[in-house]
């Protein structure tokens, strides 16, 4: 009673394992302040949980701007980025005379270190939009001012370090204190700012960037540089000016040139018998899969499509989970020995019986679908371990083209503010669900986490042994799917476990202005989610 909510956070930071960055007052997430409590039920939020993650690393984001601006030359900084997520940490690039080096990175690293130890506050600070508009623009930093140019709110919170201001999405940290534990590494042309995760929050994971992945979207950013579709506040003029209809047929065309382009590497390998795809939740795999396909007969194939899924076990032989559940993405829930037996039997000339598999009783069914493969024909195989190569062991490499797809959004809130790649997939998938499965987004946020572990341990091991990447994202896609999701996120009350996820995802819609679907393509991977398609999915 009467004690402020730092001072209990002060108390009690004994009683827990990891730091504490956020709180839960009656419920409500909230920053660590000086507010006082009076009979309010206080929870602390900690630097292991997901949300206690993200503000961290939001946080750290801050510190090293402050770092960065305050030590590189003046005048030598026209704008920092920071881009995407890779090998846990963000890629940021620097624009201006500034070289980056690792003389100057260890520079950057020393003043952060100092500004940990001391303990700064991070202060936040209620300023009315207009001003802001004003503040950001004699800082150089256009993105912003472009962005709250939408805005509804007379006001913003700017977030003030030691003097430098910026506007953060999202909860920050109360002081640099907890902000000890991040690393700086030189890659390509900017830098890695490395930063825990949250299954350990206290220590910071081998770089390892995956080199693959980073030229895709290395390549997309320069589409949406090229297309001046790198920010919502760019995406938002765009649809402002009516011009967003040929901004959509351009994205739409970029990928079928990287679906061509996939097929003349397929070409240059004659001993392609097998096309193997996987990719992470909703990253639009099937349409995907249709779309190469049309490709593929063009330029003179047969394909033929095969769901991994059909070749699942027995239900009664279904691994299962810590908590007991069917666990349908352990890879053992796959009949390996019956898949190789069947791709063996095609590749030799043989034909083959294919099954189809009950969900319902869960068995596999035959009803007569068979194939015997000619010079021309060619499997389009799609499932989360096609990049596995424990999932094909018996065929000849030689045999294989293996195909990595992912929803890689290319655009940011603004230059310091990331769109998530799982936030969109996300979103991607509430959407679908909901239209295909009659599934609440309350369902499908409980189910998320669960899916994202099978991500990690199934998926993303093996992307850099794709032979391509195919970056599903779209830029215009979340002004598409807002109007779609945002009725579901309101569905969920305040009481429910999945509230403050859905209240989070409200907040980050509110950047976007609204678009229709008429101008997209009926082929598009979007409409897999949004529906009006021209495949049967």
């Known amino acids: 009673m009467g004690n402020t909510l730092a001072e209990l956070a002060k108390q009690a930071q004994e009683q827990y394992n990891n730091r504490i960055i956020l709180a839960k007052v009656d419920g409500q997430l909230q920053e660590i302040n000086s507010r006082e409590i009076n009979g309010e039920q206080v929870e602390f939020v900690t630097t292991d949980t997901a949300i206690g993650n993200e503000t961290y690393r ?189 901004m959509i047929l351009v994205q739409e065309a970029l990928q079928e040139q990287k679906i061509f382009e996939i097929v003349q590497k397929i070409q240059q390998k004659p001993g392609i018998k097998f096309i193997m795809i996987a990719g992470p939740s909703s990253s639009g795999k099937t349409t995907f899969s249709h779309r190469l396909s049309v490709q593929l007969c063009a330029k003179g194939y047969k394909p033929h499509p095969i769901a991994v899924d059909d070749y699942f076990v027995e239900r009664e032989q279904t691994p299962r989970d810590e908590n007991g559940d069917y666990d349908f993405e352990d890879f053992h829930a796959i009949d390996i020995e019956l898949f190789n037996s069947h791709m063996n039997a095609l590749l030799d000339g043989k034909e083959v019986s294919l099954p189809t598999f009950n969900f319902k009783t869960g068995k596999k069914e035959y009803h007569g679908k068979k194939l015997k493969l000619e010079k021309e024909d060619i499997l389009v195989i799609e499932g989360i371990h096609c990049l596995n190569d424990a999932l094909s062991y018996s065929l000849p490499l030689e045999s294989k083209f293996k195909i990595y797809i992912s929803a890689l959004t290319q655009l940011n809130v603004d230059e310091h503010n990331r769109v998530a790649t799982t936030d969109g997939r996300l979103i991607r998938r509430m959407v679908r669900d909901s239209r295909t499965r009659g599934a609440s987004a309350k369902r499908t946020l409980a189910m998320w986490p669960s899916v994202r572990r099978g991500e990690e341990r199934n998926i993303f091991p093996f992307q850099e042994q794709a032979d391509v990447m195919f970056n599903s994202a779209l830029a215009y896609e979340l002004a598409v799917l807002k109007p779609y999701v945002e009725p579901l996120l309101f569905s969920i009350g305040e009481q429910e476990p999945e509230y403050q996820e859905a209240k989070r995802l409200l907040k980050f819609l509110e950047y976007f202005l609204p678009c229709g679907t008429e101008n997209i393509p009926i082929n598009s991977i979007l409409r897999e989610f949004v529906g009006g398609g021209c495949f049967k999915l």
Request: charged share 30%; glycine share 6%; aromatic share 12%.
């Open 58 to 246: 939001r946080s750290a984001v801050l510190l090293m701007l402050n770092a960065l601006y305050k030590t590189a030359p003046k005048g030598s900084i026209r704008r920092v980025c920071v881009e995407y997520s890779i090998s846990k940490g963000f890629y940021c690039s620097v624009q201006g005379s500034l070289k980056i080096s690792e003389e100057f990175l260890a520079q950057i690293r020393e003043k952060m270190k100092k500004d940990a130890e001391a303990d700064l506050p991070i202060e936040k600070h209620l300023m009315k939009t207009k001003e802001a508009i004003e503040r950001f623009k004699k800082h150089g930093m256009e993105d912003k001012t472009r962005l709250f140019k939408y805005r509804r709110s007379s006001y913003v919170n700017v977030y003030r370090l030691d003097g430098f201001e910026d506007y953060f999405y999202g909860y920050m940290a109360p002081s640099t204190g907890i902000l000890k534990i991040f690393d700086l590494f030189a890659y390509d042309e900017g830098f890695v700012l490395q930063l825990p995760v949250r299954e350990k929050p206290d220590e910071v994971p081998v770089f390892a960037p995956p080199e693959k992945l980073f030229q895709v979207l290395k390549e997309t950013t320069q589409w949406a540089d090229m297309l001046d579709l790198d920010t919502v506040g760019a995406l938002n003029d765009h649809i402002t000016q009516g011009d967003i209809g040929s």
